[in-house]
């Protein structure tokens, strides 16, 4: 499938996120979510400033204009385009999630990071994978900073970015 053609990356935060994040936790854990990656592979990431991002990441709520509409709090948590041009590589997250630091054994929120995680998978250009214990499974679960890149996952990335 798809891939950057660079290993360098760059990414950004677009307007409003959760206000039940402060916003330096914000970009811990999604700096935290790009290093899962970075360490296993050549990439590097670095925010964008004002100039245009790679990933461009943003919260929305329901229809967003990329007739995949997000469906309120659960179900659906977040999305990733492959890697390409323009929306290529950007996170949308579903704004009406109770996002949370990771960490914070809070059972009503979701943590940020894991799925941030697995999105930048999808954003790198990585499918979901049928490895139940693997990040690009298709289904949620709490990580924290500790978390080591399954193998599966590793092996992923070192086919695209090795
Ligand atoms: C069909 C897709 C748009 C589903 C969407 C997803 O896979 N986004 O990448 C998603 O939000 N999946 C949920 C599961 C579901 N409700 O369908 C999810 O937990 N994905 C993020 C995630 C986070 C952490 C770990 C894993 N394995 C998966
Ligand atoms: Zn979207
Ligand atoms: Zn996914």
């Given at each position: 499938?798809?891939?950057w053609d660079k290993t360098t990356l760059?990414?950004?935060?677009?307007?409003?996120?959760?206000?039940?994040?402060?916003?330096?936790?914000?970009?811990?854990?999604?700096?935290?979510?790009?290093?899962?990656?970075s360490?296993?592979s050549k990439l590097k990431f670095?925010?964008?400033?004002?100039?245009?991002?790679?990933?461009?990441?943003?919260?929305?709520?329901?229809?967003?204009?990329?007739?995949?509409?997000?469906?309120?709090?659960?179900?659906?948590?977040?999305?990733?385009?492959?890697?390409?041009?323009?929306?290529?590589?950007?996170?949308?997250?579903?704004?009406?999630?109770?996002?949370?630091?990771?960490?914070?054994?809070?059972?009503?929120?979701?943590?940020?990071?894991?799925?941030?995680?697995?999105?930048?998978?999808?954003?790198?250009?990585?499918?979901?994978?049928?490895?139940?214990?693997?990040?690009?499974?298709?289904?949620?679960?709490?990580?924290?900073?500790?978390?080591?890149?399954?193998?599966?996952?590793?092996?992923?990335?070192?086919?695209l970015y090795?």
């Open positions: 499938g798809p891939k760059t990414w950004r935060i677009n307007g409003s996120t959760p206000s039940t994040m402060r916003r330096t936790v914000l970009d811990s854990e999604i700096h935290q979510a790009l290093l899962l990656w360490r296993h670095y925010p964008s400033g004002s100039n245009p991002a790679d990933i461009l990441i943003t919260f929305f709520s329901r229809d967003h204009g990329d007739n995949l509409a997000f469906d309120g709090i659960g179900g659906v948590l977040a999305h990733a385009f492959f890697p390409g041009p323009d929306f290529g590589g950007d996170v949308h997250f579903d704004a009406d999630e109770t996002w949370i630091e990771t960490g914070k054994k809070d059972p009503s929120g979701t943590g940020l990071f894991g799925v941030a995680a697995h999105e930048f998978g999808h954003s790198l250009g990585l499918s979901h994978s049928p490895i139940v214990e693997s990040l690009m499974f298709p289904y949620y679960r709490d990580i924290d900073f500790d978390f080591e890149l399954p193998q599966d996952d590793i092996n992923g990335i070192q086919a090795g």
